[in-house]
C-alpha cells in the first residue's frame, strides 16, 4: 500500500508492508528504504507531485523503496543531509558544489527536456515600466535574490553587478533579501515588491506559460552561461552496486514505455549522465567571485 505523508517538513515515502521493528534502511532485499531531499525550486506541493512517479519508478526497478523529502531552503539540503539521513538529493549546480566538497556526494544523472536541453541559465529581470536597462540604473532600487546556495540566484547576479561596476551590493541598493524560490524572485518582480530580480530561465519560462503578464510586463536584462540542471547525487553510504543500479535505471527508462510516460509527466525526454566536469562553470563563477566552497557561508541572512 502506498502511503502519501505530507507534513510541515514535507517528507513524501512510498511505502509497502507494515514491518517497524527495524529502521528501513537496514531492512534487506526490496524493502530498504532510501531517503532522497528536493531542493525547494517550486511551490513544495509541486515539487511533490512532480517527483512522486519519479521516485516511485525509480525504486521498483532498482529494488528499493525511495522516500522524498523537500527542504524548506537551499542550503538545507547541505545542513541536513546527513542529519535528516538522507540518502541523496537533486542538488542544483551550486548546491550539488558545495555538497560534493564538503560531504563527499557523487553526481550521477540529470534530466534532458523534450526540446534536447540539460543546462539552465540565470537570467535578470526587472519589469518593462521600471527604466531599468543596466546595472548603473538599479541603485538605490530592491533587488530579490533566490538563495545563497544558487548559481542562477546568487552567483550569476553577483558577477553581473560586478560586471557592471557594483562592488558593494548591500550599500549599491536600498534593499536586498532572499526571496526563497525562483518563481518567488519571477512574482515578487512582476507585482512590484522586488525592482531587480534573479532566477532561472526554466522556471520564468514555466511561469510565462501559465500567466502572460510575465513576458508581457517583464523584460530580461542579462543571462548566464549554462548551469547543469538540477541532478540527482547519491551519498557515500549507497554501496557502489547500488548506485550503478540507480543510475542505469535512469540513463535507460527512457527505453521502457512506462518509463517514458514517467519521463513526459516529468517534463524530461531522458536522463543523461552527469560528472563532476559539468560543474567546471560554476567553480569559474566561484572563482571570479572569491568564494572558498569549504569555508562559504551560505545561509541566508
Do not use: W
Not at 117 to 127: A, K, L
Amino acid at each position: 500500500m502506498k502511503r502519501l505523508l505530507i507534513a510541515i517538513g514535507i517528507v513524501l515515502a512510498v511505502t509497502t508492508g507494515c514491518e517497524t521493528d527495524r529502521p528501513a534502511r537496514d531492512r534487506p532485499g526490496p524493502e530498504r528504504t532510501l531517503l532522497f531531499g528536493l531542493n525547494p525550486e517550486q511551490n513544495i506541493f509541486k515539487q511533490i507531485e512532480r517527483y512522486e512517479p519519479l521516485a516511485d519508478y525509480l525504486g521498483r526497478k532498482a529494488g528499493v523503496r525511495i522516500g522524498l523529502k523537500v527542504l524548506p531552503r537551499y542550503g538545507n539540503l547541505i545542513d541536513n543531509f546527513e542529519s535528516a539521513g538522507l540518502d541523496g538529493a537533486f542538488f542544483g549546480s551550486f548546491s550539488y558544489s558545495l555538497a560534493h566538497a564538503r560531504l563527499g556526494v557523487q553526481v550521477i544523472a540529470r534530466p534532458e527536456r523534450p526540446d534536447g536541453v540539460s543546462t539552465y541559465q540565470g537570467m535578470i529581470i526587472v519589469r518593462k515600466d521600471s527604466g531599468i536597462r543596466a546595472a548603473k540604473d538599479m541603485k538605490g532600487k530592491r533587488l530579490a535574490f533566490v538563495a545563497r546556495a544558487t548559481a542562477a540566484g546568487y552567483l550569476f547576479p553577483l558577477a553581473f553587478m560586478r560586471k557592471g561596476g557594483v562592488g558593494d551590493v548591500e550599500a549599491f541598493f536600498k534593499e536586498v533579501y532572499f526571496a526563497g524560490t525562483h518563481e518567488d524572485v519571477v512574482r515578487d518582480v512582476l507585482n512590484g515588491k522586488a525592482d531587480v530580480g534573479a532566477c532561472k530561465n526554466t522556471v520564468f519560462g514555466r511561469l510565462a506559460a501559465a500567466d502572460p503578464r510575465v513576458a508581457k510586463e517583464l523584460v530580461v536584462l542579462d543571462r548566464s552561461p549554462s548551469f547543469p540542471e538540477n541532478a540527482l547525487a547519491l551519498g557515500r553510504r549507497v554501496e557502489p552496486p547500488l548506485k550503478e543500479k540507480l543510475k542505469n535505471v535512469l540513463l535507460t527508462m527512457h527505453e521502457d514505455p512506462e518509463g517514458r510516460n514517467v519521463l513526459e509527466n516529468f517534463g524530461a525526454r531522458r536522463f543523461v549522465e552527469t560528472t563532476d566536469a559539468d560543474y567546471d562553470v560554476v567553480l569559474s563563477y566561484t572563482g571570479k567571485i572569491g568564494i572558498d566552497l569549504a569555508t562559504y557561508d551560505y545561509t541566508n541572512r
